[in-house]
């Protein structure tokens, strides 16, 4: 496969899987851009061990955590920018879009509220989450992506789960 037809096929998977991490369009595309030159060097090297969409996925997850650590570093504190425009009443339709399921308008503030959770969890934790919940990867294909067994995952979900639980409602757990 060419690398025009690797960008054709996954830079949509590679952009939204970005925008996942980091909600916001700008730097979403900044990873993806980095993903991609990656590839772009490293294609004539992958050695088809696993399919070219793992070996993607995984180049991606890792881009988009380097890119939050390096921000994190620059104590750049990332907000988790709108969705909308300025005036908060339309949901911004551009070039990209964010393929996120069930996106209202009206949820917006609970929606900036869950990923500001999600982005909270332990990485391996918010990886195995933003899989299988958002981009609707199985199991057995994180496992892949992630290099881990699918009881793994499974532990990494669960405890996903019961730490964004403690953090979306803290008195529960009391």
């Given amino acids: 496969m060419t690398f025009e ?15 996942q991490y980091v909600q916001n369009t700008e730097d979403a595309e900044e990873i993806a851009q980095d993903v991609f030159v990656s590839v772009n060097q490293s294609l004539k090297y992958f050695q088809e061990n696993s399919e070219i969409q ?14 939050i650590k390096a921000k994190n570093r620059k104590k750049r504190f990332a907000l988790i920018s709108s969705f909308f425009y300025d005036d908060g ?15 209202m ?6 929606i900036q509220n869950i990923f500001q959770h999600i982005n909270s969890l332990p990485e391996q934790q918010r990886t195995a989450l933003i899989l299988t919940k958002i981009e609707q990867r ?11 067994s699918p009881k793994a995952v499974e532990s990494l979900l669960t ?7 403690k953090k979306i409602n ?4 009391k």
């Fill in 5 to 19: 037809e690797t960008y054709r096929k996954f830079s949509k998977l590679v952009f939204n899987l970005a925008l």
């Fill in 54 to 67: 793992t070996w993607i996925y995984r180049i991606a997850i890792n881009k988009s955590l380097d890119f």
């Fill in 89 to 103: 009443n339309e949901l911004k339709n551009d070039s990209h879009h964010f393929d996120h399921p069930g996106i």
């Fill in 105 to 110: 308008l009206e949820q917006k503030e609970a």
């Fill in 138 to 148: 199985s199991q057995k294909e994180v496992a892949e992506i992630m290099n881990l």
């Fill in 159 to 165: 405890r996903a789960k019961t730490n964004l639980a």
């Fill in 170 to 173: 803290p008195s529960e757990g």
